[in-house]
């Protein structure tokens, strides 16, 4: 305990020590930091009404990533659903291949939704919140129940939109990159804005300039990596495939050309793999209708010198 103790903040330690008035029967400050991070969400929530002191720790920066970085160890399986206009987001443990009973989903929360097409893609999930793309974006936190929905865009010329959600793991922020484009031809982005979570109160939108004109090839295609966002696009100008790297802290664009035949279609998802960039390709034997023979992943190695390595 003393490492993790070391590594929070100065004003952490002012925050949580203020309200604290330690007397014989005073439970350690570290003990119960400890077991406030084994807790579920909700009994949090319901001992934050102990006291002063209590009700400070859930909110210090330091414990939230304490949790956050216990709850990654145990991985669980996200399930969104839709029925009567309203989202439905369920999660349960990942099925073990030696246990073969089955495993029971737990209800987190629901929210309106408005879409008008397949929920499929419109989903995402990133370090703990729920990003999902309909009439209304939203952003929701399964363990607390809380949701907000953004703004609309501040747009003049909006015919098309889509929306990314990635998070900085150095300031610890959440944002939502959107791109709106005209509907002529080829989907080419018009503008770009970004919003950050948790600044106040109102979020809002914030116009950003990209140096190179791209076409979305995916909307629903990406992944967010250590703080980059990647999404599949076409350069406008040369007409190549192209993977887009954008910096969620620095909020500015890379690219990385692929020049693998079937990195054209874009046809199978993003993946985390290890930390780095995979690409799931798989060949069928008779044309797209076929089945498939062999799955092929590429891992973009190192971006600046467009390194991939392959494996089938």
Same mark, same amino acid.
């Given at each position: 305990?003393?490492?993790?103790?070391?590594?929070?903040?100065?004003?952490?330690?002012?925050?949580?020590?203020?309200?604290?008035?330690?007397?014989?029967?005073?439970?350690?400050?570290?003990?119960?930091?400890?077991?406030?991070?084994?807790?579920?969400?909700?009994?949090?929530?319901?001992?934050?009404?102990?006291?002063?002191?209590?009700?400070?720790?859930?909110?210090?920066?330091?414990?939230?990533?304490?949790?956050?970085?216990?709850?990654?160890?145990?991985?669980?399986?996200?399930?969104?659903?839709?029925?009567?206009?309203?989202?439905?987001?369920?999660?349960?443990?990942?099925?073990?291949?030696?246990?073969?009973?089955?495993?029971?989903?737990?209800?987190?929360?629901?929210?309106?939704?408005?879409?008008?097409?397949?929920?499929?893609?419109?989903?995402?999930?990133?370090?703990?919140?729920?990003?999902?793309?309909?009439?209304?974006?939203?952003? %929701?936190? *399964?363990?607390?129940?809380?949701?907000?929905? #953004?703004?609309? @865009?501040?747009?003049?010329?909006?015919? $098309?939109?889509? =929306?990314?959600?990635?998070?900085?793991?150095?300031?610890?922020?959440?944002?939502?990159?959107?791109?709106?484009?005209?509907?002529?031809?080829?989907?080419?982005?018009?503008?770009?804005?970004?919003?950050?979570?948790?600044?106040?109160?109102?979020?809002?939108?914030?116009?950003?300039?990209?140096?190179?004109?791209?076409?979305?090839?995916?909307?629903?295609?990406?992944?967010?990596?250590?703080?980059?966002?990647?999404?599949?696009?076409?350069?406008?100008?040369?007409?190549?495939?192209?993977?887009?790297?954008?910096?969620?802290?620095?909020?500015?664009?890379?690219?990385?050309?692929?020049?693998?035949?079937?990195?054209?279609?874009? %046809?199978? *998802?993003?993946?985390?793999?290890?930390?780095? #960039?995979?690409? @799931?390709?798989?060949?069928?034997?008779? $044309?797209?209708? =076929?089945?498939?023979?062999?799955?092929?992943?590429?891992?973009?190695?190192?971006?600046?010198?467009?390194?991939?390595?392959?494996?089938?």
């Amino acid at each position: 305990m003393k490492t993790e103790k070391q590594n929070m903040s100065e004003e952490d330690l002012v925050a949580i020590t203020k309200h604290n008035t330690p007397h014989k029967t005073s439970i350690p400050l570290d003990l119960t930091l400890e077991i406030f991070s084994r807790l579920p969400a909700k009994s949090i929530s319901r001992f934050c009404c102990v006291s002063k002191l209590w009700s400070t720790i859930p909110r210090l920066p330091y414990f939230t990533e304490l949790v956050l970085t216990r709850s990654l160890a145990r991985p669980l399986l996200l399930f969104a659903s839709e029925k009567d206009k309203h989202m439905f987001l369920y999660s349960s443990t990942q099925p073990d291949d030696n246990n073969s009973s089955r495993v029971a989903a737990k209800y987190h929360m629901k929210y309106p939704y408005h879409g008008h097409v397949s929920l499929f893609g419109r989903c995402s999930f990133v370090r703990g919140l729920v990003f999902t793309r309909g009439e209304v974006w939203v952003i %929701s936190n *399964p363990n607390t129940g809380q949701s907000v929905t #953004l703004p609309k @865009l501040n747009t003049g010329k909006m015919n $098309g939109v889509i =929306g990314y959600f990635g998070y900085d793991p150095i300031e610890k922020q959440y944002k939502v990159l959107s791109m709106t484009w005209e509907i002529n031809g080829l989907q080419n982005t018009e503008e770009h804005q970004v919003l950050t979570l948790g600044t106040g109160s109102k979020h809002s939108w914030r116009r950003i300039e990209c140096c190179i004109p791209h076409s979305i090839y995916r909307k629903y295609n990406h992944v967010c990596i250590d703080g980059v966002l990647y999404y599949p696009a076409v350069n406008m100008t040369t007409r190549r495939c192209i993977i887009v790297l954008f910096d969620v802290r620095s909020e500015k664009f890379r690219f990385v050309e692929d020049n693998d035949p079937l990195a054209s279609y874009y %046809s199978s *998802p993003m993946i985390n793999y290890n930390g780095k #960039l995979g690409l @799931l390709l798989y060949e069928r034997d008779d $044309g797209i209708h =076929g089945s498939c023979t062999s799955f092929r992943l590429r891992v973009l190695e190192d971006a600046d010198q467009r390194e991939w390595s392959e494996h089938d």
